[in-house]
C-alpha cells in the first residue's frame, strides 16, 4: 500500500511514516521543512521512503502527489504549543485553513478521476473539545458544545468538517482522528518562533512535558509552572498514537468514523511536574512558582477512549514514567547541542 503523509517532518508525523514504514507501506512525505528546518530522520534511507519539499497549500502538488497512493494521512499543519497558538492566533487559522482546501481539493479531485485513492485520515486534535463541561469526552460531544474560542481549536473543529463535507458532497471517504497531548522525542526549537520568559529562562514556544524537562535540566529553582498545576491531561506517548493512525487509516470499520486516541491515565500538570522532579533531582526538594496561565489553558481534557478500542482494537499502552525515560536523555542532548 502506498501512503502520502502531509506535514511528515512534524513531530507527529516522524513517528507516523516511521510506524507505516514498519508496517511494510510504501510511503510519500510531504513537509516544506518551516517548522525545524532540516532534519535528518532515520527512515530517510528507507527504500520505501520518498521525500518531497513542498508547500501543503499547492492544489496541483498534491494532486501530482496523490495520482498513485492508496491512502492520505493529512498531518500538515502549523502546530505548537500553547503560548504558540496564542502568539500565532490569525497565521495558523489562515494557513492551516488553506492547507485543508488544498489537501481536499485535491483529493476530491483524485477520488473523482477514479485512481487508486480511497480514503484521506485527517489528524485533528483534542482541542475540539475545548468548551467540553462533562467528562470524559465522547466522539461526538465536539458537535453538541459550544465550539472552541481559541483559534487553534477552532481551525482543528473546521478539519473535522472539511472531512465530513468532502463524503457529502463528493462522497470521498474519510476517518477522523484526535491525538491527546503527544510526548515523545524530536521536538526541538522551531524556525522563527519567538521566546517566552519563564522566570530566569527563555525558552522557545512548545510543550509542557519538554518545556519542564528543559527548566528542571537547566538547573530553574524555583520551578515556574503555568496555572495552579491543577490542569488534567492525558500524556500519550507519540508511538503508541502512530500505532492508533495507522489502525485508524487501515481499518475498513473506519470509514467515516472519529476516533479519540489517547492513554485512559489521567495525570494533573503538579503530578507531571513532581515526576519529571524526582526524576532529574531525586535528591532535592522542589519549589513551585506559579505563573499566570493562558485564556485558553483548558482546565480539564478528559477523553472517553473505549471507541477506538472497541473498532480499531486500540490501547495506548506507553506510560508517563517510560515516556520520560527516553524524552529526558533526548532533551538532555537537545541541549547540550543547542537544538532546544
Known sequence: MKVLVTGSAGFIGGYVVRELLDYGHQVVGLDNLSKYGELVQTFESDANFTFMN???????????????????????????????FHTFSYDLLATNERIMAATCD??????????????????????????????????????????????????????????????????LPYTIVRPFNC???????????????SGNLNLAMSHVVPDLIQKILRGQN??????DGSQVRHYTYGG????????????????NEDFNLSTDQSTTVSELVELI????????????????????????????????????????????????????????????????
Open 54 to 84: 513542498g508547500d501543503a497549500r499547492d492544489t496541483n502538488l498534491l494532486i501530482d502527489l496523490m495520482k498513485d497512493v492508496d491512502h492520505v494521512i493529512a498531518g500538515a499543519a502549523l502546530i505548537g504549543g500553547i503560548s504558540y
Open 106 to 171: 485535491a483529493a476530491i479531485a483524485t477520488f473523482q478521476k477514479g485512481l487508486p485513492l480511497k480514503k484521506v485520515t485527517y489528524i485533528s486534535s483534542s482541542m475540539v473539545f475545548e468548551n467540553a463541561e462533562m467528562w470524559p469526552s465522547f466522539e461526538g460531544q465536539e458537535r453538541e458544545i459550544a465550539p472552541p474560542r481559541s483559534s487553534y481549536g477552532f481551525q482543528k473543529l473546521a478539519v473535522e468538517y472539511f472531512a465530513r463535507a468532502a463524503w457529502d458532497q463528493y462522497g
Open 183 to 197: 510526548v515523545g522525542i524530536g521536538e526541538q526549537r522551531s524556525i522563527g518562533n519567538t521566546e517566552i520568559k
Open 222 to 227: 524555583p520551578l515556574h509552572i503555568l496555572g
Open 240 to 255: 503508541d498514537l502512530a500505532h492508533g493512525i495507522v489502525l485508524a487509516m487501515e481499518s475498513a470499520a473506519a470509514i
Open 277 to 340: 522532579w524526582t526524576k532529574i533531582n531525586s535528591n532535592s526538594q522542589i519549589n513551585l512558582v506559579n505563573d499566570p496561565g493562558y485564556e485558553h489553558d483548558i482546565a480539564k481534557r478528559i477523553p472517553s477512549t473505549e471507541k477506538a478500542k472497541k473498532i480499531l482494537g486500540f490501547e495506548a499502552k506507553t506510560s508517563l514514567s517510560e515516556m520520560l525515560d527516553i524524552v529526558i536523555p533526548w532533551i538532555k542532548e537537545a541541549i547540550a547541542q543547542q537544538k532546544i
